[in-house]
């Protein structure tokens, strides 16, 4: 799905160096998440934007930032990477209609890698 | 929060078996069910939900079923192919418009 990228797709970093992944669309949705993926754990919710003004915390949101420069863009920062912040990153989309769905539409994915 | 619990944590099944994954939640106010199949290597994607008011919906070889009195549904997926191979994950949404929270995934491996 070309409507949701992410960049850079794949980073290799060192402990206590600052990154940022950055997601944009052009689906025009106004909600914006960044997930992490583990083996296991499945997907996990760092941050989300309902909107431009809003940002809200998710289960794993310690070690980590965000900035929504606008409804298109959604940046997700770690201040000081650190080993155990290896993973895969998504950033996802959605627009709820009028029934109550809530499709998610997924970013292609940003492997992280902190040595 | 809303706690989901998705079982098995793997699944290996022989091609044309049915495979079922079930998903357990907390928050009775939950309302609104997804299903994601992520094959590998790709990002995940919407294969089915359902919302309270429903019981079960179909959609060719899939089907879901909802059972809010025990807070539980279902993945159903009949006459199994290779390509079903894939980790699938549930999820739920505890309130109007809220956000969703995702079970831990199910491997499902569909054996020729």
């Known amino acids: 799905d070309a409507d949701v990228t992410q960049t850079p797709r794949n980073r290799i970093t060192k402990t206590g160096k600052r990154i940022m992944l950055e997601c944009s669309q052009t689906?025009?949705?106004?909600?914006m998440y960044w997930y992490r993926q583990d083996p296991g754990l499945g997907l996990r919710l760092i941050y989300y934007?309902?909107?431009?003004?809003?940002?809200n915390k998710g289960e794993i949101s310690d070690g980590y930032s965000v900035s929504r420069q606008a409804q298109a863009k959604f940046s997700l920062s770690l201040e000081s990477a650190i080993p155990n912040q290896t993973a895969l990153y998504f950033c996802?989309?959605?627009?709820?209609?009028?029934?109550?769905?809530?499709?998610?539409?997924f970013g292609p994915g940003t492997r992280l890698t902190v040595l | 929060g809303e706690n989901v619990e998705q079982h098995p944590s793997t699944l290996s099944v022989q091609e044309g078996d049915s495979a079922v994954i079930k998903c357990t939640y907390s928050d009775s106010a939950s309302n609104y069910f997804p299903w994601y199949k992520q094959e590998l290597g790709k990002r995940p994607q919407l294969i089915i939900d359902?919302?309270?008011?429903?019981g079960e919906k179909k959609d060719q070889r899939i089907a879901v079923t909802l059972n809010k009195t025990a807070k539980h549904f279902s993945l159903h997926i009949t006459e199994t192919q290779p390509e079903d191979s894939a980790v699938y994950f549930c999820?739920?949404?505890?309130?109007?418009?809220?956000?969703?929270?995702f079970g831990r995934g199910t491997q499902l491996t569909v054996w020729p």
């Open positions: 689906k025009g949705h106004d909600r």
């Open positions: 359902i919302r309270s008011n429903v």
């Open positions: 999820a739920t949404r505890g309130s109007t418009l809220g956000r969703l929270y």
């Open positions: 934007s309902f909107d431009v003004k809003d940002i």
């Open positions: 996802a989309t959605s627009d709820p209609d009028r029934g109550g769905a809530d499709t998610q539409y």
